[in-house]
């Protein structure tokens, strides 16, 4: 056990954080999971309510003209719904005319889930549709914006040489001025030479000529080196 205790942060050492690029990938790819996640359960829900549905009666409690449709509200029966939750549907004029008539309609719902229903004549919107795509394109604006424009707002490069040995680096990014006029510089490795290799900062690239010493950092990871800024 304690050849394994000891084997382990060794090996978690050796483990290299998602590199930048990697990093916005993940972050555009959640935000259309959140984004369309809410949709796709909506249609999936009626998938399962028009495969697994089961056929009851429910009682009209209302109706209201929207429209050339007619919005019903009804509920229905205490063994699908014990709540007794006031239920609304938007259907087509004969549809609405029919159920007023009888006072009930038929509707299909999904055993267990009162809310996922769907009766003849339904007219859905496309709301949550628009909602989703509109979303998806303003996700799809601002990926094409940064990649059209994250070059030209970077500002000018910085060129440095290392005073010391590059070290592993910290999360984010860091230009600080010392008291002696040099730099503690932090960030990604983003290309990596036996004499030079070039930090990405948020905002600008640095250029580090390491003058002989030593660079134990690969591209994508993160490298701190203590330097003097040339240009």
């Known amino acids: 056990m304690a050849i394994g205790g000891a084997r382990a942060p060794a090996i978690l050492?050796?483990?290299?954080?998602?590199?930048?690029?990697?990093?916005?990938?993940?972050?555009?790819?959640?935000?259309?999971?959140?984004?369309n996640a809410p949709y796709v359960l909506y249609?999936?829900?009626l998938h399962r309510v028009a495969t697994d549905g089961i056929q009851v009666t429910a009682t009209v409690v209302s109706?209201?003209?929207?429209?050339?449709?007619?919005?019903?509200e009804f509920r229905f029966p205490t063994s699908v719904d014990p709540d007794q939750t006031s239920r609304r549907a938007r259907v087509d004029a004969t549809t609405g005319a029919e159920a007023v008539a009888a006072g009930e309609v038929d509707v299909r719902v999904l055993e267990g889930h009162p809310a996922s229903f769907t009766l003849e004549g339904q007219q859905r919107g496309h709301g949550p549709l628009i909602l989703t795509l509109g979303a998806?394109?303003?996700?799809?604006?601002?990926?094409?914006?940064?990649?059209?424009?994250?070059?030209?707002?970077?500002r000018p490069a910085l060129v440095a040489v290392a005073l010391g040995d590059v070290e592993e680096g910290e999360e984010g990014s860091l230009?600080?001025?010392?008291?002696?006029?040099?730099?503690?510089?932090?960030?990604?490795?983003?290309?990596?030479?036996?004499?030079?290799?070039?930090?990405?900062?948020?905002d600008r690239d640095?250029?580090?000529?390491?003058?002989?010493?030593?660079?134990?950092v690969d591209v994508g990871g993160r490298a701190k080196v203590l330097g003097h800024l040339v240009g």
């Open 13 to 35: 050492a050796h483990v290299k954080a998602p590199g930048r690029r990697t990093r916005r990938i993940l972050i555009v790819v959640v935000a259309l999971f959140v984004v």
């Open 43 to 45: 249609r999936y829900q």
């Open 63 to 72: 109706a209201s003209e929207v429209g050339d449709d007619v919005l019903l």
């Open 136 to 154: 998806d394109a303003v996700i799809v604006l601002l990926i094409l914006l940064r990649w059209r424009l994250g070059g030209r707002i970077k």
């Open 175 to 202: 230009l600080d001025k010392q008291e002696d006029g040099t730099y503690v510089i932090n960030g990604e490795v983003s290309e990596a030479g036996s004499n030079q290799l070039v930090i990405a900062l948020r």
């Open 206 to 216: 640095v250029t580090v000529h390491l003058r002989g010493y030593a660079n134990p």
